[in-house]
């Protein structure tokens, strides 16, 4: 068994991690990843190696995933037969028991990706329990799962995994998330396994940068709704004034400015936000049958709500998000796929 532990710019509690592991799991392989810490940090990662873990080291720090990977490819050069890794977070926050309650699991289940999943009750940071939502209410939309604790960094995997794991997009916290995200259509499953949640000082050891990382995790959504709809916009308003100066027909520009610039988010969405799996061909039919039955919907829906006296601004708001979350979830699991 493989305890793979990122860090950068630890405190002691790295130190007190690795020694409860080898004390209540003498026979695991402890690999910890020094993320680009500087020199000033270099004392914690002396004492865990003296303690026995191999230390892997960065020379700036590359983020949690690039970390993760690094331990992956080690792994893979040094073993040859099917064994399990555990990842573990550097200040503490998994205990033991759940470490041993995780490993049990995952070696029950090659096929799994085993999630150590926090309850979140307690004294729990706002921004870990409102963030924990979020992406677990996103998950749920794009793939149809419900995962309770889609950023915990306790995971148990199998070694057969690595080749897999070595190929998915993301460097820092997006990385764990993307595991997930593309876990259902690669043929592994996903499995929860309760454990308690321990928040130390507020979690202030946390390097998670609100902004930026959100927007990495995020950044699927972000490029479906924004640059892919805005890119989108722009097309047909460009193409509906040349086509009107050329043909003086509104009804026809309408329709192939329409053609022209749904072509185009159907290009960007295959190759750049759903990284495209099945043929263009077939994926641009069922992306244009995907948009003739919305507008239609969008038609009616409207209509409906307008009907029952609400105003045609708030429907059009409600119907263009029920609509896009609909749409995401269709282009992703059924269109791309």
Same mark, same amino acid.
Not at 20 to 41: E, R, T, V
Not at 79 to 94: E, P
Not at 287 to 296: A, D, R
């Given at each position: 068994?493989?305890?793979?532990?990122?860090?950068?710019?630890? %405190?002691?509690? !790295?130190?007190?991690?690795?020694?409860?592991?080898?004390?209540?799991?003498?026979?695991?392989? &402890?690999?910890?990843?020094? %993320?680009?810490? /500087?020199?000033?940090?270099?004392? #914690?990662? %002396?004492?865990?190696?003296? !303690?026995?873990?191999?230390?892997?080291?960065?020379?700036?720090?590359?983020?949690?995933?690039?970390?993760?990977?690094? =331990?992956?490819?080690?792994?893979?050069?040094?073993?040859?037969?099917?064994?399990?890794?555990?990842?573990?977070?550097?200040?503490?926050?998994?205990?033991?028991?759940?470490?041993?309650?995780?490993?049990?699991? &995952?070696?029950?289940?090659?096929?799994?990706?085993?999630?150590?999943?926090?309850? #979140?009750?307690?004294?729990?940071?706002?921004? /870990?329990?409102?963030?924990?939502?979020?992406?677990?209410?996103?998950?749920?939309?794009?793939?149809?799962?419900?995962?309770?604790?889609?950023?915990?960094?306790?995971?148990?995997?199998?070694?057969?995994?690595?080749?897999?794991?070595?190929?998915?997009?993301?460097?820092?916290?997006?990385?764990?998330?993307?595991?997930?995200?593309?876990?259902?259509?690669?043929?592994?499953?996903?499995?929860?396994?309760?454990?308690?949640?321990?928040?130390?000082?507020?979690?202030?050891?946390?390097?998670?940068?609100?902004?930026?990382?959100?927007?990495? &995790?995020?950044?699927?959504?972000?490029?479906?709704?924004?640059?892919?709809?805005?890119? /989108?916009?722009?097309?047909?308003?460009?193409?509906?004034?040349?086509?009107?100066?050329?043909?003086?027909?509104?009804?026809?520009?309408?329709? $192939?400015?329409?053609?022209?610039?749904? /072509?185009?988010?159907?290009?960007?969405?295959?190759? *750049?936000?759903?990284?495209?799996?099945?043929?263009?061909?077939?994926?641009?039919?069922?992306? #244009?049958? $995907? *948009? !003739? *039955?919305?507008?239609?919907?969008?038609?009616?829906?409207?209509? =409906?709500?307008?009907? &029952?006296?609400?105003?045609?601004?708030?429907?059009?708001? !409600?119907?263009?998000?029920?609509?896009?979350?609909?749409?995401?979830? *269709?282009?992703?699991?059924?269109?791309?796929?």
């Amino acid at each position: 068994m493989y305890i793979i532990i990122p860090a950068y710019e630890p %405190d002691q509690r !790295l130190v007190k991690v690795v020694a409860d592991i080898k004390n209540q799991l003498p026979q695991a392989h &402890i690999i910890l990843i020094n %993320d680009g810490s /500087s020199p000033l940090y270099q004392n #914690f990662y %002396d004492d865990s190696q003296r !303690l026995g873990a191999t230390v892997l080291e960065h020379s700036e720090n590359r983020g949690k995933g690039a970390a993760l990977k690094t =331990a992956f490819s080690y792994i893979a050069k040094v073993n040859k037969s099917q064994d399990v890794m555990i990842t573990v977070d550097s200040d503490g926050q998994h205990l033991i028991k759940d470490i041993i309650s995780v490993a049990k699991t &995952i070696k029950q289940n090659p096929n799994y990706i085993v999630l150590g999943a926090r309850a #979140f009750v307690g004294k729990v940071p706002a921004r /870990s329990r409102f963030g924990n939502r979020m992406t677990a209410l996103l998950f749920s939309i794009v793939t149809g799962q419900k995962i309770s604790d889609t950023q915990t960094g306790l995971r148990g995997l199998s070694t057969d995994l690595i080749p897999w794991l070595l190929k998915l997009r993301g460097e820092r916290f997006e990385y764990e998330f993307n595991m997930l995200l593309e876990a259902k259509q690669s043929g592994y499953f996903i499995r929860e396994v309760p454990i308690e949640t321990v928040y130390l000082e507020n979690n202030k050891s946390s390097h998670f940068r609100p902004i930026r990382d959100s927007i990495r &995790i995020y950044s699927p959504f972000l490029k479906f709704s924004g640059g892919g709809a805005m890119l /989108s916009a722009i097309i047909d308003a460009l193409a509906l004034f040349v086509l009107v100066a050329l043909t003086h027909n509104l009804l026809l520009s309408v329709i $192939l400015a329409r053609v022209i610039s749904s /072509s185009t988010q159907c290009l960007l969405n295959a190759k *750049v936000v759903f990284n495209r799996t099945s043929p263009l061909f077939k994926s641009a039919v069922r992306y #244009f049958m $995907l *948009v !003739l *039955v919305i507008m239609t919907c969008n038609y009616f829906m409207i209509k =409906a709500m307008v009907g &029952i006296g609400i105003g045609l601004v708030i429907a059009k708001l !409600l119907t263009e998000t029920i609509l896009f979350l609909v749409s995401y979830r *269709v282009q992703n699991s059924l269109v791309f796929n």
